[in-house]
């Protein structure tokens, strides 16, 4: 055990005071994980979409002060009680959800969506006890999906860590925890693209070239990738995309242009943006017979699905993922192992790094969509 286990830890920490406003570099103390739950040093944070999404908190319940972060790679420094599975040292991957081993979900092989640590945006506090690990002069800074890996160390349920191979890199399977992983299982463990096949990838950001990856690794022979942004599509084919389609482009539905393209729909669809019309579009151009069209993106919580139920009818299936349909603790090591075995390529997804000191600039970087992925640095 470390000689601060069961002690409070102060450090540094990037610490959001009020939506939008730059983050600010405070020191924290950090209480020492209670039941269940482990404290680990973060040595690589990546910046992901949803970071910034709560972070500007346009349509959600904000919550501030409060330590952003969900995409990180760690060692764990100790841990607390009822903790078997983690022991100091482990490099570990932090994820958003998690995996209790014992609900429903996560006893079923269909779903990883764990009841007890499914994501809580809202919950800026640990479900043992309601309380925050963190605080400044003795009042609550609040905590983000469970994580909040922009600091030096943080509070995680024992849940929601994956114990890694500690010979992976961190700096680069960090981004695994989140928005890598889910595409790529999108991909993989949902559309299951059958070699030779082709596929559309809707929206190509982060998850999306993830997707796209995943098509790729499983031998899609033509990959096509639509956005509304012609600049993404040189940096897109290092991701295995073969064809750029821009929808402003065309004066007709993009799933129509699809459907054209291929002589009747692509066999997969994976869409990545959220935008409800999208959605639409990638289960309209999937092939009738055999077609499967996967949703990823999250919409507005308004929004509706409106499509012919003829379509279904024709033999087109749709389906939802959530975290690519990764159990975090079961299932990371492996998606790890793959980067190890150089299945999967990691390094074309981080465009930037950062030392923590500039976290700032990770957010410019996403904003003015300059990067795909912004390493920060937690000892700089």
């Not at 764990?76 to 983690?86: I, N």
């Not at 509304?228 to 599509?233: A, D, E, G, K």
Request: aromatic share 8%; charged share 25%; with cysteine.
């Amino acid at each position: 055990m470390s000689s601060m286990a069961g002690k409070v830890i102060k450090c540094k920490a990037a610490v959001a005071w009020e939506a939008g406003k730059p983050l600010v570099i405070e020191e924290v103390e950090v209480a020492p994980p209670q039941k269940m739950e482990v404290r680990l040093k973060i040595l690589y944070t990546a910046l992901c979409h949803t970071d910034v999404y709560f972070w500007e908190a346009k349509g959600q319940t904000p919550v501030f002060p409060r330590i952003f972060g969900h995409e990180a790679g760690g060692i764990v420094e100790s841990v607390g009680e009822g903790v078997t599975e983690l022991a100091p040292g482990d490099h570990v991957l932090p994820v958003f959800t998690g995996e209790c081993k014992e609900c429903a979900h996560c006893k079923s092989e269909e779903s990883n969506m764990c009841d007890l640590l499914r994501i809580n945006t809202d919950r800026g506090v640990m479900i043992g006890d309601g309380q925050s690990r963190f605080s400044i002069n003795g009042k609550p800074i609040y905590h983000f999906v469970g994580t909040s890996t922009f600091s030096e160390y943080t509070v995680i349920h024992v849940g929601c860590v994956a114990k890694i191979n500690p010979s992976a890199p961190l700096d680069k399977v960090c981004v695994l925890s989140c928005g890598i992983s889910t595409g790529l299982g999108a991909t993989l463990n949902v559309a299951k693209p059958p070699k030779g096949s082709t596929v559309a990838v809707f929206g190509l950001g982060a998850v999306g070239l993830a997707a796209c990856e995943g098509a790729r690794i499983a031998g899609a022979s033509k990959i096509f990738g639509i956005d509304l942004n012609p600049n993404r599509f040189e940096e897109a084919k290092k991701f295995g995309v073969t064809d750029f389609v821009n929808p402003k482009d065309y004066d007709k539905p993009v799933q129509e242009v699809l459907v054209e393209m291929t002589k009747g729909g692509v066999d997969r669809a994976v869409e990545c943006t959220g935008n409800v019309n999208a959605m639409i579009s990638a289960f309209e151009c999937v092939h009738d017979g055999w077609g499967v069209a996967v949703l990823v993106g999250v919409p507005n919580k308004d929004a509706e699905f409106k499509t012919k139920p003829m379509n279904f009818l024709n033999e087109r299936t749709l389906k939802g993922t959530f975290f690519g349909n990764y159990k975090p603790r079961t299932d990371l090591p492996s998606v790890v192992e793959k980067y190890m075995n150089k299945e999967l390529e990691l390094e074309k997804f981080i465009t930037h790094s950062v030392p923590f000191s500039e976290i700032n600039k990770a957010f410019d970087y996403m904003l003015k969509g300059e990067s795909i992925r912004c390493i920060i640095r937690m000892d700089g």
